[in-house]
C-alpha cells in the first residue's frame, strides 16, 4: 500500500515541476525516493527516480541520480517501466558529459520500447538513443535513428511526443545543411507551438537560431520575450540558458557589447563553478565581442596544456573547439590556433550548432580559412574560405558571410608575416624550444630534434644516417644481407605514384579538399616505401647492414620529431615536411629565395 506520505511528497514535486522550480522539485523527488526506498514501494520509487531525473539540469553534476536510476532499473521487471528508467539515465549520463555510458542504456532502452505497443515510448527511448549518439563522429547515425523517430511519431497525437521527433529532424538536418528539412521542421515547431507552451519554447528558440543565422535580428525582442514567457509557463529547468544565449547571440550580431559583458560574466559564473567546458568557452567568445579580450584570453587559458586533445567527443566537442579557436585568432593565440585548428581539420564542411540546434556558431571552413592564414599556408586559406563563402551563400547565412567576405587572406605565394628567426635547440632543464623565436614552445626532448638540428647546420649538404646516429663517432660497419623488394615490385609502386599524381592534378582543379588529403596521405606512404626499398639511382636497398639500420633509426626518429612539431607549430612542420630528405643521406635543402634564420644554440 502506498504511504499517504509519499504521495503527497510525490504531488508536491510534480507541482513544483510544472511551475519551473526545478531544484525545489529535485529536493522533494530525492526525500520520496529515500521514502520509497525504506518501504519497498516500486512504483512510487519509479515515479521519483524519473520525476528527479525530468528536473535535471544539463551540465551539471548529477549527485546521486544515477546510482538511484540504476537501482530502480535493476529491480523492476516490467518491460515499459525498465525502458523507460534506462532511457531516463541515458539522458542523465549524456547530460553529465559521459555520453559513453549513456550507450548500453540507451539501447537497451529501444530494445525494450520496441516489445511495447506504446510509439510514446518508443519516441522518448530513440531520443535517448539520438542523445547518447550526439558526438563529431555520429552523425550518420543520428540522420538515420531521426528518421526512425519521424517514423515512430508520425500517427502520435501528444503533441509532446511529436516534439521530439521534429526537434532531432531540425538538429539533423541543420548539421546536414538541408535547407528544405530546416524549413519543413521549423514550420512543424511552430504548428505544435500553438497546442503547448513546451513546444513554444522551442519553436521561438530555433526560429530565432534560424533567423540569426540568415543575419535578422528584427524579431530577436519579441522571440525572445515569447521563449521566455513559454519557459516559464511549461516549467523547463534549464530553459533559462537558452533564453540567456538568445540574448548574448542577438547582442553579437547587434554589436551590443554592454549585453555580451553581462551574458558573458553570468556564462562564465556558471562555466567555472560547475565546470563545464563548454560554458566557458562560449563565454570566452561573448568576452571578445564585448571588447573584453583580456577577458576572453583569461579563459582561453583553461584550454591550453593538452586539455583540448583530451576533451570527451561528445555534444559539445565542435562546439568548444570552434569557440575556443575564434577566441584564440583574435588574441593572436597561435599555440591554440594550432592545437584546435588540427583537431577539426578532419571535420572540414562541418556547420557547428549548441546543441539541439540552439544556435548557430558557423562553418568549421570559415575558422579553418582564418587559422591557415595566421600558421602561414595562404593558399589552403583561399580554398577554405571559398568553401565557407559557397556554403553560407547556399543557406542564406547573410550575417557569416560578410563577415567572412570582408576577410582576405594573404595573396597566393606571399608570407603572411614578416618570417622571425626560428627557434630548435634545449635548454637547460631538458626541453627543447621549438617555433618563433618570441613564442617557441617547449616540448619534450626527442632524439630527432638533435637529427634535424645538426641537419639545419649544415644546409644543402648530405649527411649520412650511420653520421647522425653515431653522432660523427663511427661504428663497427657491418655488411648487407639481401634485398627488401623486387623490381617487379617497384615497377607497381611507381606505377601507383603516377596515377596518384594524376589524381591530384584531378582534385586540386576541383578544390576537393578532402580528396587531396587523402591523397596526399597515400603518395607520402608510397614514396616511404620506395625510400626504403632503394638505394641511389633507384638500386634496390640492402637490408641487414649497419647503414641500412642507421637509416632506419634517422627517418623514424626525425619523423616522430616532426610529427611532435606538428601538435605545437603545425607551419613548422610542414616546412620541415618539405625540405628535410631522409634515407640512407639525409639533408636540409631550403628554397634559394628562403629568408628564414635559425637558433640553433
Same mark, same amino acid.
Given at each position: 500500500?502506498?504511504?499517504?506520505?509519499?504521495?503527497?511528497?510525490?504531488?508536491?514535486?510534480?507541482?513544483?515541476?510544472?511551475?519551473?522550480?526545478?531544484?525545489?522539485?529535485?529536493?522533494?523527488?530525492?526525500?520520496?525516493?529515500?521514502?520509497?526506498?525504506?518501504?519497498?514501494?516500486?512504483?512510487?520509487?519509479?515515479?521519483?527516480?524519473?520525476?528527479?531525473?525530468?528536473?535535471?539540469?544539463?551540465?551539471?553534476?548529477?549527485?546521486?541520480?544515477?546510482?538511484?536510476?540504476?537501482?530502480?532499473?535493476?529491480?523492476?521487471?516490467?518491460?515499459?517501466?525498465? +525502458?523507460?528508467?534506462?532511457?531516463?539515465?541515458?539522458?542523465?549520463?549524456?547530460?553529465?558529459?559521459?555520453?559513453?555510458?549513456?550507450?548500453?542504456?540507451?539501447?537497451?532502452?529501444?530494445?525494450?520500447?520496441?516489445?511495447?505497443?506504446?510509439?510514446?515510448?518508443?519516441?522518448?527511448?530513440?531520443?535517448?538513443?539520438?542523445?547518447?549518439?550526439?558526438?563529431?563522429?555520429?552523425?550518420?547515425?543520428?540522420?538515420?535513428?531521426?528518421?526512425?523517430?519521424?517514423? +515512430?511519431?508520425?500517427?502520435?497525437?501528444?503533441?509532446?511526443?511529436?516534439?521530439?521527433?521534429?526537434?532531432?529532424?531540425?538538429?539533423?538536418?541543420?548539421?546536414?545543411?538541408?535547407?528544405?528539412?530546416?524549413?519543413?521542421?521549423?514550420?512543424?515547431?511552430?504548428?505544435?507551438?500553438?497546442?503547448? %507552451?513546451?513546444?513554444?519554447?522551442?519553436?521561438?528558440?530555433?526560429?530565432?537560431?534560424?533567423?540569426?543565422?540568415?543575419?535578422?535580428?528584427?524579431?530577436?525582442?519579441?522571440?525572445?520575450?515569447?521563449?521566455?514567457?513559454?519557459?516559464?509557463?511549461?516549467?523547463?529547468?534549464?530553459?533559462?540558458?537558452?533564453?540567456?544565449?538568445?540574448?548574448?547571440?542577438?547582442?553579437?550580431?547587434?554589436?551590443?557589447?554592454? /549585453?555580451? +559583458? /553581462?551574458?558573458?560574466?553570468?556564462?562564465?559564473?556558471?562555466?567555472?563553478?560547475?565546470?563545464?567546458?563548454?560554458?566557458?568557452?562560449?563565454?570566452?567568445?561573448?568576452?571578445?565581442?564585448?571588447?573584453?579580450?583580456?577577458?576572453?584570453?583569461?579563459?582561453?587559458?583553461?584550454?591550453?596544456?593538452?586539455?583540448?586533445?583530451?576533451?570527451?567527443?561528445?555534444?559539445?566537442?565542435?562546439?568548444?573547439?570552434?569557440?575556443?579557436?575564434?577566441?584564440?585568432? $583574435?588574441?593572436?593565440?597561435?599555440?591554440?590556433?594550432?592545437?584546435?585548428?588540427?583537431?577539426?581539420?578532419?571535420?572540414?564542411?562541418?556547420?557547428?550548432?549548441?546543441?539541439?540546434?540552439?544556435?548557430?556558431?558557423?562553418?568549421?571552413?570559415?575558422?579553418?580559412?582564418?587559422?591557415?592564414?595566421?600558421?602561414?599556408?595562404?593558399?589552403?586559406?583561399?580554398?577554405?574560405?571559398?568553401?565557407?563563402?559557397?556554403?553560407? $551563400?547556399?543557406?542564406?547565412?547573410?550575417?557569416?558571410?560578410?563577415?567572412?567576405?570582408?576577410?582576405?587572406?594573404?595573396?597566393?605565394?606571399?608570407?603572411?608575416?614578416?618570417?622571425?628567426?626560428?627557434?630548435?635547440?634545449? *635548454?637547460?632543464?631538458?626541453?627543447?624550444?621549438?617555433?618563433?623565436?618570441?613564442?617557441?614552445?617547449?616540448?619534450?626532448?626527442?632524439?630527432?630534434?638533435?637529427?634535424?638540428?645538426?641537419?639545419?647546420?649544415?644546409?644543402?649538404?648530405?649527411?649520412?644516417?650511420?653520421?647522425?646516429? *653515431?653522432?660523427?663517432?663511427?661504428?663497427?660497419?657491418?655488411?648487407?644481407?639481401?634485398? *627488401?623488394?623486387?623490381?617487379?615490385?617497384?615497377?607497381?609502386?611507381?606505377?601507383?605514384?603516377?596515377?596518384?599524381?594524376?589524381?591530384?592534378?584531378?582534385?586540386?582543379?576541383?578544390?576537393?579538399?578532402?580528396?587531396?588529403? /587523402?591523397?596526399?596521405?597515400?603518395?607520402?606512404?608510397?614514396?616511404?616505401?620506395?625510400?626504403?626499398?632503394?638505394?641511389?639511382?633507384?638500386?634496390?636497398?640492402?637490408?641487414?647492414?649497419?647503414?641500412?639500420?642507421?637509416?632506419?633509426?634517422?627517418?623514424?626518429?626525425?619523423?616522430?620529431?616532426?610529427?611532435?612539431? *606538428?601538435?605545437? $607549430?603545425?607551419?613548422?612542420?610542414?616546412?620541415?615536411?618539405?625540405?628535410?630528405?631522409?634515407?640512407?643521406?639525409?639533408?636540409?635543402? %631550403?628554397?634559394?629565395?628562403?629568408?628564414?634564420?635559425?637558433?640553433?644554440?
Amino acid at each position: 500500500m502506498e504511504n499517504p506520505l509519499t504521495g503527497d511528497l510525490l504531488d508536491r514535486a510534480d507541482a513544483e515541476r510544472r511551475a519551473g522550480r526545478g531544484p525545489a522539485a529535485a529536493r522533494l523527488y530525492d526525500r520520496a525516493v529515500d521514502l520509497c526506498r525504506s518501504d519497498g514501494d516500486l512504483a512510487g520509487w519509479t515515479r521519483a527516480v524519473l520525476g528527479a531525473a525530468s528536473v535535471y539540469v544539463f551540465g551539471t553534476q548529477p549527485g546521486r541520480l544515477p546510482a538511484q536510476l540504476y537501482d530502480v532499473l535493476m529491480r523492476t521487471t516490467e518491460v515499459d517501466d525498465r +525502458a523507460r528508467v534506462a532511457a531516463a539515465l541515458a539522458r542523465c549520463w549524456v547530460y553529465a558529459g559521459h555520453a559513453a555510458r549513456a550507450v548500453p542504456f540507451a539501447d537497451d532502452a529501444v530494445r525494450w520500447a520496441g516489445q511495447c505497443s506504446a510509439p510514446d515510448l518508443l519516441v522518448d527511448c530513440l531520443d535517448a538513443a539520438l542523445a547518447a549518439r550526439w558526438g563529431p563522429d555520429d552523425l550518420d547515425a543520428r540522420v538515420r535513428l531521426a528518421a526512425e523517430l519521424d517514423d +515512430a511519431a508520425a500517427h502520435v497525437l501528444d503533441p509532446l511526443v511529436r516534439l521530439q521527433a521534429h526537434l532531432w529532424g531540425l538538429q539533423t538536418a541543420c548539421e546536414s545543411l538541408d535547407v528544405p528539412a530546416i524549413h519543413r521542421h521549423m514550420r512543424a515547431l511552430e504548428l505544435l507551438g500553438e497546442e503547448s %507552451p513546451r513546444a513554444r519554447f522551442f519553436a521561438a528558440s530555433r526560429r530565432l537560431m534560424l533567423d540569426l543565422l540568415r543575419g535578422r535580428t528584427d524579431t530577436s525582442a519579441s522571440l525572445i520575450s515569447m521563449a521566455s514567457a513559454a519557459c516559464d509557463e511549461a516549467g523547463l529547468a534549464d530553459g533559462w540558458m537558452v533564453v540567456e544565449a538568445m540574448k548574448g547571440y542577438t547582442a553579437v550580431q547587434t554589436g551590443d557589447p554592454s /549585453t555580451c +559583458a /553581462t551574458i558573458a560574466a553570468e556564462c562564465e559564473t556558471f562555466g567555472v563553478a560547475e565546470g563545464v567546458a563548454v560554458v566557458c568557452a562560449e563565454a570566452a567568445f561573448l568576452w571578445l565581442h564585448a571588447g573584453r579580450p583580456d577577458r576572453a584570453r583569461t579563459l582561453l587559458h583553461a584550454f591550453s596544456e593538452g586539455v583540448l586533445e583530451e576533451l570527451p567527443r561528445d555534444v559539445n566537442w565542435l562546439l568548444i573547439l570552434q569557440c575556443v579557436l575564434e577566441v584564440a585568432l $583574435e588574441v593572436g593565440d597561435r599555440a591554440i590556433v594550432a592545437t584546435a585548428s588540427t583537431l577539426i581539420a578532419p571535420y572540414r564542411g562541418r556547420a557547428v550548432f549548441n546543441a539541439g540546434a540552439v544556435m548557430f556558431h558557423g562553418l568549421t571552413d570559415d575558422t579553418l580559412a582564418r587559422a591557415t592564414a595566421l600558421l602561414g599556408d595562404p593558399e589552403t586559406a583561399v580554398a577554405y574560405r571559398a568553401a565557407a563563402l559557397s556554403s553560407y $551563400e547556399r543557406i542564406g547565412a547573410a550575417w557569416w558571410r560578410d563577415r567572412l567576405a570582408a576577410w582576405t587572406p594573404p595573396a597566393t605565394g606571399t608570407p603572411s608575416r614578416t618570417e622571425p628567426r626560428t627557434r630548435m635547440h634545449p *635548454t637547460a632543464d631538458g626541453l627543447w624550444l621549438v617555433g618563433p623565436e618570441d613564442h617557441a614552445v617547449p616540448v619534450r626532448a626527442l632524439r630527432g630534434f638533435s637529427y634535424l638540428r645538426e641537419l639545419l647546420r649544415r644546409p644543402g649538404q648530405d649527411v649520412s644516417a650511420l653520421d647522425l646516429v *653515431t653522432s660523427g663517432q663511427g661504428t663497427v660497419v657491418q655488411s648487407s644481407l639481401d634485398a *627488401t623488394v623486387d623490381r617487379q615490385a617497384l615497377d607497381a609502386y611507381r606505377r601507383r605514384l603516377a596515377d596518384i599524381d594524376h589524381e591530384l592534378d584531378e582534385a586540386g582543379e576541383w578544390s576537393d579538399l578532402g580528396r587531396l588529403g /587523402t591523397l596526399e596521405a597515400d603518395r607520402i606512404a608510397l614514396i616511404e616505401e620506395i625510400t626504403a626499398a632503394t638505394g641511389l639511382a633507384g638500386r634496390t636497398r640492402p637490408v641487414g647492414s649497419s647503414h641500412e639500420r642507421a637509416r632506419v633509426a634517422a627517418t623514424k626518429a626525425i619523423h616522430s620529431a616532426v610529427d611532435r612539431i *606538428t601538435v605545437v $607549430e603545425a607551419p613548422l612542420a610542414r616546412y620541415l615536411q618539405l625540405t628535410v630528405r631522409t634515407g640512407l643521406f639525409c639533408s636540409y635543402t %631550403p628554397p634559394s629565395d628562403d629568408p628564414r634564420q635559425w637558433i640553433l644554440d
